[in-house]
C-alpha cells in the first residue's frame, strides 16, 4: 500500500524531454499494490510502471494525480508471459505522452477518470485490453484513443443495440441463412480483500471484480488508523458469487 505520498522527478534533461526521474513507481515483482492518493509530476519514462516478470499482479490506483511524464502515465506491459490487471479510478493523467497503455498480457479497468492534455489519451498494443466503465472524461488530447471495451456497473461488455428496421429495399436472397450471436455470459464476483482499505477505495474495487457495495456498518474505535477504514467484511476474500453481488462491510469511526 503506497497512500498519500508525492513523488516528483525534479531536475532537467535535454529535450524533447525535459524531466530527469525515470519511473515514480515500477512494479517489477508482486502479487498486489494498491496506489491511493499519490501525486507524481516530472519523469522522464513513466508515472507507474507495471512490468512483472515473475508473477501476475492486480494494481489498484485511486484518487491519484498523475502528470507531466514523458513516457505514459501508466504503463501496464507484463514480460514472461504474465498478466497485469490494473484498475485506475477516481484519477486524473496529463500531459503524458500516452495517458494509459495496456500491452501484451495487460487489462485496464477505468473508472472516474479524467484524461486529458496528453500525446495519447489511451491506448493498447498486442492483447492489451482497456476496459471503460464509461464514467471517464477523456478530452483533449492530441489522439484520445478508445477503449477496447465500454462496460456496465458490472464489467460486464455492453453490445450495440441490433436495429429492427428494415432496410429501405429488401431484395431476398435465393438462400437465406441466418446467424444467432450470444450475448457472452455476465463474469462471476469473485469477492477481493477490502479489510485495511478506505470506504472509497473497497468501492472502486468491488466494481472492478464485479461486486458491489452492500450495507456499510459503522463501528466506533479507539484506533485512528481504522477510522473510515474497513475493519471486517462479511463475504470472505476469493468467494465466489453472481455477477453484481452485495459485499456488506462494516468501517471504523470515532
Same mark, same amino acid.
Given at each position: 500500500?503506497?497512500?498519500?505520498?508525492?513523488?516528483?522527478?525534479?531536475?532537467?534533461?535535454?529535450?524533447?524531454?525535459?524531466?530527469?526521474?525515470?519511473? %515514480?513507481?515500477?512494479?517489477?515483482?508482486?502479487?498486489?499494490?494498491?496506489?491511493?492518493?499519490?501525486?507524481?509530476?516530472?519523469?522522464?519514462?513513466?508515472?507507474?510502471?507495471?512490468?512483472?516478470?515473475?508473477?501476475?499482479?492486480?494494481?489498484?490506483?485511486?484518487?491519484?494525480?498523475?502528470?507531466?511524464?514523458?513516457? %505514459?502515465?501508466?504503463?501496464?506491459?507484463?514480460?514472461?508471459?504474465?498478466?497485469?490487471?490494473?484498475?485506475?479510478?477516481?484519477? #486524473?493523467?496529463?500531459?503524458?505522452?500516452?495517458?494509459?497503455?495496456?500491452?501484451?498480457?495487460?487489462?485496464?479497468?477505468?473508472?472516474?477518470?479524467?484524461?486529458?492534455?496528453?500525446?495519447?489519451?489511451?491506448?493498447?498494443?498486442?492483447?492489451?485490453?482497456?476496459?471503460?466503465?464509461?464514467?471517464?472524461?477523456?478530452?483533449?488530447?492530441?489522439?484520445?484513443?478508445?477503449?477496447?471495451?465500454?462496460?456496465?456497473?458490472?464489467?460486464?461488455?455492453?453490445?450495440?443495440?441490433?436495429?429492427?428496421?428494415?432496410? %429501405?429495399?429488401?431484395?431476398?436472397?435465393?438462400?437465406?441463412?441466418?446467424?444467432?450471436?450470444?450475448?457472452?455470459?455476465?463474469?462471476?464476483?469473485?469477492?477481493?480483500?477490502?479489510?485495511?482499505?478506505?470506504?472509497?477505495?473497497?468501492? #472502486?474495487?468491488?466494481?472492478?471484480?464485479?461486486?458491489?457495495?452492500?450495507?456499510?456498518?459503522?463501528?466506533? #474505535?479507539?484506533?485512528?488508523?481504522?477510522?473510515?477504514?474497513?475493519?471486517?467484511?462479511?463475504?470472505?476474500?476469493?468467494?465466489?458469487?453472481?455477477?453484481?453481488?452485495?459485499?456488506?462491510?462494516?468501517?471504523?469511526?470515532?
Amino acid at each position: 500500500m503506497l497512500r498519500g505520498i508525492s513523488f516528483d522527478g525534479l531536475g532537467s534533461v535535454a529535450e524533447p524531454c525535459p524531466n530527469s526521474g525515470l519511473d %515514480a513507481i515500477r512494479i517489477q515483482q508482486a502479487h498486489t499494490v494498491d496506489i491511493e492518493n499519490a501525486a507524481i509530476n516530472h519523469f522522464h519514462n513513466n508515472g507507474v510502471d507495471v512490468i512483472p516478470g515473475e508473477s501476475n499482479v492486480s494494481v489498484l490506483i485511486d484518487g491519484s494525480d498523475i502528470r507531466n511524464t514523458c513516457g %505514459a502515465g501508466v504503463n501496464v506491459a507484463p514480460t514472461g508471459g504474465h498478466t497485469a490487471n490494473v484498475t485506475i479510478g477516481n484519477s #486524473t493523467i496529463s500531459n503524458a505522452g500516452t495517458g494509459v497503455l495496456a500491452a501484451e498480457g495487460a487489462t485496464a479497468w477505468l473508472t472516474g477518470d479524467t484524461i486529458t492534455a496528453n500525446t495519447t489519451g489511451i491506448q493498447t498494443t498486442g492483447t492489451g485490453v482497456i476496459n471503460s466503465f464509461g464514467d471517464n472524461q477523456i478530452y483533449g488530447n492530441a489522439t484520445n484513443g478508445a477503449a477496447t471495451h465500454d462496460v456496465d456497473q458490472y464489467g460486464a461488455a455492453i453490445l450495440p443495440p441490433v436495429s429492427t428496421s428494415p432496410p %429501405a429495399t429488401v431484395t431476398p436472397p435465393a438462400t437465406t441463412t441466418t446467424t444467432a450471436t450470444a450475448t457472452p455470459p455476465a463474469p462471476s464476483c469473485v469477492v477481493p480483500k477490502l479489510t485495511g482499505l478506505k470506504l472509497s477505495t473497497a468501492r #472502486t474495487r468491488l466494481t472492478a471484480a464485479h461486486c458491489k457495495l452492500g450495507k456499510v456498518t459503522r463501528r466506533k #474505535t479507539k484506533q485512528r488508523n481504522k477510522i473510515g477504514v474497513v475493519v471486517s467484511q462479511k463475504q470472505k476474500a476469493g468467494s465466489k458469487l453472481a455477477n453484481g453481488a452485495s459485499v456488506n462491510v462494516t468501517v471504523g469511526k470515532r
